[in-house]
Antibody, heavy 123, light 112 residues
C-alpha cells in the first residue's frame, strides 16, 4: 500500500522559510516522479512543483518559481520542498503526490496523495 | 480564474445521475491531452477517480465514469449516494507556456 506522510508545516512570518518533507513507502520511490500540490483556504487545488524520478529534472508553477525548490533523496524515499520568500498567498495545505502517466508528461496524473501539511504565512 | 472551467456546484437526489463538466481550450483538453478527475472530501486528501479521461483506478465504483470531446470533458455519477457529496476537480496538462499541470476550479456536489 502506498503511503505518503508530509511534515514540516507551521506558522511563519512573511519573507520567512520552511522545509517540507514527504516520507514515501509502499512503492519503488526512485521509479516515479513526485509532485507537490497545494490548496489555499476555501480555494481549489493548485499544482506547485514536480521532480522526475531518476534524472531529477524539476518543474515549477509560475507562482512559486524562484522561491521554492523541490528535491528528493531516493536513498531515503523522501521528497522535499524548500519554501523561501514566503507570502501570505502561500498559505495552504501542501500535499505530496505520486505522479504517473502512460504517454509522456502530458498524460501525467496524481495517483496517490498524502494527508497534507498546513503552511500558514502571517505576521 | 482557472484554466479549466467547472460549474461551482451541482446537486442531485439519491439514485439520480449527475454530470460535472470541465471546459478547457486548444492548449489543454483541445490539444488532445488526457483529463483526470479527483474527489475531495473536507479535511481529507484528494482521491483519484478517473485517469486518462475514462479509466477507473482499482477500487473506484463503476458508478463513476469519464468522457472527453473536443475542448471539454465530463464526469458522470450514476446511482447517487450520500457519500458522494464532495468536491470534484478535473486536471489536465496545459501547453501554452512552460510545463504546467492545471486543475479546474472544483465543483461542489450536494446530494439532496
Amino acid at each position: 500500500e502506498v503511503q505518503l506522510l508530509e511534515s514540516g508545516g507551521g506558522l511563519v512570518q512573511p519573507g520567512g522559510s520552511l522545509r517540507l518533507s514527504c516520507a514515501a513507502s509502499g512503492f519503488t520511490f526512485s521509479n516515479y516522479a513526485m509532485s507537490w500540490v497545494r490548496q489555499a483556504p476555501g480555494k481549489g487545488l493548485e499544482w506547485v512543483s514536480t521532480i522526475s524520478g531518476y534524472t531529477g529534472n524539476t518543474y515549477y508553477a509560475d507562482s512559486v518559481r524562484g522561491r521554492f525548490t523541490i528535491s528528493r533523496d531516493n536513498s531515503k524515499n523522501t521528497l522535499f520542498l524548500q519554501l523561501n520568500g514566503l507570502r501570505a498567498e502561500d498559505t495552504a495545505v501542501y500535499y505530496c503526490a505520486k505522479f504517473r502517466g502512460s504517454n509522456g508528461y502530458q498524460s501525467y496524473y496524481f495517483d496517490s496523495w498524502g494527508q497534507g501539511t498546513l503552511v500558514t504565512v502571517s505576521s | 480564474q482557472s484554466v479549466l472551467t467547472q460549474p461551482p456546484s451541482v446537486s442531485g437526489a439519491p439514485g439520480q445521475r449527475v454530470t460535472i463538466a470541465c471546459t478547457g481550450s486548444s492548449s489543454n483538453i483541445g490539444a488532445g491531452h488526457d483529463v483526470h478527475w479527483y474527489q475531495k472530501l473536507p479535511g481529507t486528501a484528494p482521491k483519484l477517480l478517473i485517469y486518462g479521461s475514462s479509466n477507473r483506478p482499482s477500487g473506484v465504483p463503476d458508478r463513476f465514469s469519464g468522457s472527453k470531446s473536443g475542448t471539454s470533458a465530463s464526469l458522470a455519477i450514476t446511482g447517487l449516494q450520500a457519500e458522494d457529496e464532495a468536491d470534484y476537480y478535473c486536471q489536465a496538462y496545459d501547453s501554452r507556456v512552460s510545463v504546467n499541470w492545471v486543475f479546474g476550479g472544483g465543483t461542489k456536489l450536494t446530494v439532496l
